[in-house]
């Protein structure tokens, strides 16, 4: 590219020169007058400059680092260090500006710099508030006669460099690649791309979408290419991580990498920020990806961001600060997305002619820029390899002891296919001897896993699996006080995993005849067709209570991957039921797979009573039955593998287990039903409704038909949430939410297919409050903890005079009360905070959430003396200050004559007073505090100074700004 623009000169240099010329060429040099020369190459993103080597030769040098600081900044020295070392400086020419000003490698006054190791030391020691800028300038990367790094060196692809990857293959052959070139590209290349709406093609039609360019392409330039495009509307780079890391089955990257692809194409370009993924999450995402296809020696390429118009400024950063990484990152493999495209008017949205008419996809040309990128990436990647003698291949069984095991002498042929001899698991390195009598160092060590079927695989060997949660939903179940109870397992769980709440029939009734559950998810939230239905009564004649066959005495702690929510609750079986049991038909299986069923039980009694648990498969008699006895002691500890398993159920499309109280006893439990399958996910039409974020009080969700599902009809509607939100456009496709506050929100979509079946699917949206690009902590006070609300810490205190520290994980600034003693916190009848007394709107429309002004932390009749400051908060920078917004929130209990206040104070300050009585729209503001030199504001909640004011003084939120 850099070559041809530079024949220009050389061709005009015969031409005849007019009167006053904007380009005036003379020999050896080239003039400008009143006009711009520009020069264009593939330095065209790389920020540097031209250098005059003074020997004729004129280079251009790329920019380094640059760093800049304040002294005393958290992560920078601080005053009185003397060095400042930063491994992105190290190979540099560095320069160094304090206060502005040049500072000189001398001594008193200026640095010492080693340039080798990025270390800069100065003189004198640095002082608190300097403002020290450093520039990295880099070394000769392209000089203007095109070449690299080198005057008169002509270009290369570089040295080589073998990256070795194993796979087996269908029937009894495996596969070594050990790198990519020219013959990849060109002869019969597979080419896999995983990535999100883009990618998919998301409204638009063949040949607009990204996917119909780069097919056409590929169709056009190479021979008897495949094209498996993954890629899934609304996804983000979790959904494509491998299953145990929450990626979803069949469209993440072991599927990309289960097709052997030559190379993987991953565009993911803007849902991140909206699902709540830190640019360092989505960095390390994208790493996994490229780290499992490197192990197979496949090459990945990776677009940038691309703009996005309806994105508040923080998101929009975080895509700016996403593609910079990608690009530094994969400098030879990413692919570009947003500079062609962004709106330098309105930065970081979508230029009007690129734009599909939404504000986040774009339209056939803009996807061109894409392709185009794309097509540069590879043909700039793959070139012929020279030199090369031949290739030898080496394998060992234990890395340790190697020998030959195959040579390659043609240098282009970079991939073989060989026949498998046995099962074990083998290592494969391979090494170039090259036609100059020298050899590349070997390639990394790649793994050809053991061939084996296990006969009882484990939770990491199933294919996929599916887990069902029997309880309580706290909301309609009752327990024998008649208070709602149960507890839901988190889906996802605090690992990753998707489960499936089963209550019984729903509502109060509980785990009644002909309960069923449908439409069952794998860990991974796919959907399946599969069911479980309860036959018959589980609690027989027992009880008398409104919700059927539920007990809540199970375990508060985690048993193996089952959260505490999953093993706390459980549906029970009483003796009455004897002797023919209860049927659990579960339906929908393939049957080409094998089924591993697990039923696991608990519940706590420090009775002698055993508990036991029978159950058989329906053809079988009751002598073929399994046992289990259900019951732990109170102090117990739950033993995961203390469970029935029934092993390589296959060969049919339905399954009956019955299950009966076994001998000498009352009750048995299930609290868990655990699925393994080894084989194929059927795919099963579906809805697609993804999760997601946003700051706003409107947004739009889409559902995706998927797998052939063909959908004629739509009904939107609202599952849970704080408040109860308008839904627009409820019978399309796409609904308009409105009214969104702060908090967690549920939605569903309901639709009807043409053959007149109903699909569903839920999504979550969390409503995190708009900080306005601020540093920003929020924390509200309560005794027990609560529902979480994106964007708030809950700091929570259930025990009397108890020492709480919480680090807000979003700024990493620090909440402590201080004191475990009543010095700090006096408690009022056994309390110190509650979780009901406060005042709520009913439609979360106050100043704060409804959760928040339901709660508070209170300190009685403890009045304010120097030094009782018991609210710090820390890790704060001493050279910035913060806003303070402070709420307390109390109903007046019926008694409208009683006075509820709240008495604050900042850093010892004045008392601060707030009349909170059912408070629902005033905040205290205090502006510009400072923290102490250790980064620390220090607050009081103490009784009021007038007794007239009342006993107590309360805090439900505090909210600190960084200014």
């Not at 990025?118 to 508030?129: C, D, E, M, R, T």
């Not at 979408?209 to 780079?237: C, E, F, H, V």
């Not at 456009?729 to 053959?755: C, D, E, P, Q, R």
């Amino acid at each position: 590219m850099f070559k041809q623009v530079l024949l220009i000169p050389l061709l005009l240099l015969g031409m005849t020169a007019v009167a006053q010329p904007p380009l005036r060429i003379e020999k050896d040099s080239v003039k400008i007058h009143n006009a711009e020369l520009v020069l264009r190459n593939k330095t065209k993103d790389v920020t540097g400059y031209l250098y005059n080597s003074g020997d004729g030769v004129t280079m251009f040098r790329k920019m380094g680092k640059q760093v800049q600081f304040q002294v005393g900044t958290p992560g920078y020295p601080a005053a009185g260090d003397t060095v400042f070392q930063h491994s992105s400086l190290a190979g540099y020419t560095i320069k160094v500006l304090r206060n502005g000003l040049l500072q000189y490698r001398t001594n008193p006054n200026g640095v010492k710099i080693d340039d080798n190791n990025g270390s800069i030391v100065f003189y004198p020691a640095l002082q608190q508030n300097d403002h020290i800028y450093i520039e990295a300038l880099g070394g000769m990367d392209l000089s203007l006669d095109g070449s690299e790094v080198n005057p008169g060196t002509p270009a290369s692809r570089g040295p080589l460099l073998l990256q070795t990857g194993a796979f087996e293959n269908t029937g009894k052959t495996f596969t070594i690649r050990w790198t990519t070139n020219a013959k990849t590209l060109y002869l019969s290349p597979k080419i896999t791309a995983l990535g999100s709406s883009t990618l998919a093609g998301y409204g638009l039609n063949n040949p607009d979408r990204l996917g119909d360019k780069i097919s056409l392409w590929l169709t056009n330039n190479t021979n008897n290419p495949t094209w498996d495009n993954l890629a899934i509307a609304g996804y983000n780079s979790k959904d494509v991580l491998p299953v145990l890391n929450g990626g979803a089955t069949g469209h993440n990257i072991e599927a990309a990498l289960n097709l052997n692809p030559d190379f993987i194409f991953v565009s993911l370009p803007s849902n991140d920020p909206a699902s709540g993924i830190s640019v360092n999450e989505s960095i390390a995402n994208l790493k996994k990806i490229d780290e499992l296809a490197q192990q197979q020696g496949i090459p990945v390429f990776f677009e940038t961001t691309q703009p996005r118009n309806n994105y508040i400024s923080q998101q929009k950063d975080m895509l700016r600060q996403l593609g910079d990484s990608i690009r530094a990152i994969w400098p030879k493999r990413y692919v570009e997305g947003y500079k062609d495209v962004v709106d330098p008017a309105v930065p970081g949205n979508i230029l009007p002619q690129y734009d599909n008419g939404d504000g986040v996809h774009l339209n056939s040309t803009g996807n061109q820029f894409i392709a185009n990128n794309l097509f540069d990436a590879w043909m700039d990647y793959f070139q012929s390899i020279k030199g090369v003698k031949r290739y030898v291949i080496d394998s060992s069984l234990d890395k340790t002891n190697w020998a030959q095991f195959a040579v390659e002498q043609d240098q282009n042929i970079v991939k073989r296919t060989y026949p498998r001899f046995n099962q074990a698991k083998q290592y494969f390195r391979v090494k170039a001897e090259l036609k100059d009598g020298t050899v590349t160092p070997y390639s990394n060590i790649a793994t050809l896993e053991a061939k084996t079927t296990p006969t009882n695989p484990g939770v990491d060997d199933f294919n996929y699996r599916l887990l069902v949660d029997l309880g309580g939903d706290n909301i309609n179940t009752l327990n024998g006080s008649n208070l709602p109870d149960g507890k839901p397992t988190p889906s996802p769980d605090g690992s990753g995993k998707y489960w499936n709440n089963w209550f019984g029939i729903g509502g109060v009734t509980g785990f009644a005849d002909n309960a069923a559950i449908t439409q069952l998810k794998t860990t991974t939230n796919a959907i399946t067709n599969m069911s479980i239905q309860l036959l018959g009564s589980p609690q027989g004649t027992f009880g008398s209570s409104d919700t059927k066959a539920i007990n809540y005495n199970g375990f508060k702690v985690p048993a193996g991957d089952y959260p505490y929510e999953a093993v706390y609750d459980n549906m029970f079986l009483h003796t009455s039921i004897n002797p023919n049991g209860i049927t659990l038909r579960i339906k929908g299986l393939a049957k080409a797979n094998k089924y591993y069923i697990k039923l696991w039980g608990a519940r706590l009694d420090d009775t002698n009573t055993p508990r036991v648990l029978q159950a058989k498969l329906g053809e079988e008699s009751w002598t073929d039955a399994q046992s289990v006895d259900d019951r732990y002691a109170t102090n117990g500890t739950p033993d995961y593998n203390r469970a029935i398993t029934f092993s390589n159920v296959t060969g049919r499309d339905s399954v009956d287990i019955i299950l009966r109280v076994g001998p000498s006893s009352t009750f048995a439990h299930v609290s868990v039903v655990d699925i393994g399958v080894m084989g194929t996910l059927p795919v099963v039409p579906q809805l697609k409704l993804n999760d997601t974020t946003t700051t706003l009080s409107t947004l739009q969700l889409t559902s995706i038909p998927v797998n052939g599902a063909s959908i004629t009809s739509y009904q939107w509607s609202q599952v849970s949430g704080p408040n109860t939100v308008v839904i627009g456009n409820g019978s399309t496709a796409t609904a308009s939410i409105s009214g969104l506050t702060n908090g967690t929100f549920v939605f569903k979509i309901s639709g009807t297919t043409t053959s007149g079946e109903v699909l569903t699917a839920q999504s979550s949206v969390k409503v995190f409050p708009d900080n306005n690009g601020k540093k920003t902590m929020r924390v509200h006070f309560s005794k027990n903890q609560v529902t979480p609300i994106p964007g708030w810490l809950n700091m929570y205190n259930t025990t009397i005079n108890q020492r709480i520290t919480m680090t807000d994980p979003i700024t990493n600034w620090i909440v402590d009360n201080v004191s475990d003693t009543k010095l700090y916190w006096s408690p009022f009848a056994g309390s110190q905070a509650a979780d009901t007394s406060g005042v709520t709107t009913g439609n979360n429309s106050g100043i704060v959430p409804d959760i928040v002004l339901k709660s508070h932390w209170f300190n009685y009749s403890l009045k304010y003396a120097t030094g009782m400051d018991n609210l710090h908060i820390k890790g704060l920078n001493p050279a910035k200050t913060y806003t303070i917004r402070l709420i307390g929130a109390r109903s007046n209990g019926g008694n409208p004559g009683l006075s509820r206040y709240s008495a604050w104070r900042v850093n010892g300050g004045n008392e601060i007073l707030q009349d909170i009585k059912d408070n629902t729209s005033q905040e205290t503001v205090v502006n510009n505090v400072a923290p102490d030199a250790n980064g620390v504001i220090k607050l009081s909640v103490n009784s009021p100074t007038l007794t007239t004011n009342g006993d107590f003084s309360y805090i439900n939120a505090l909210i600190v700004i960084e200014n």
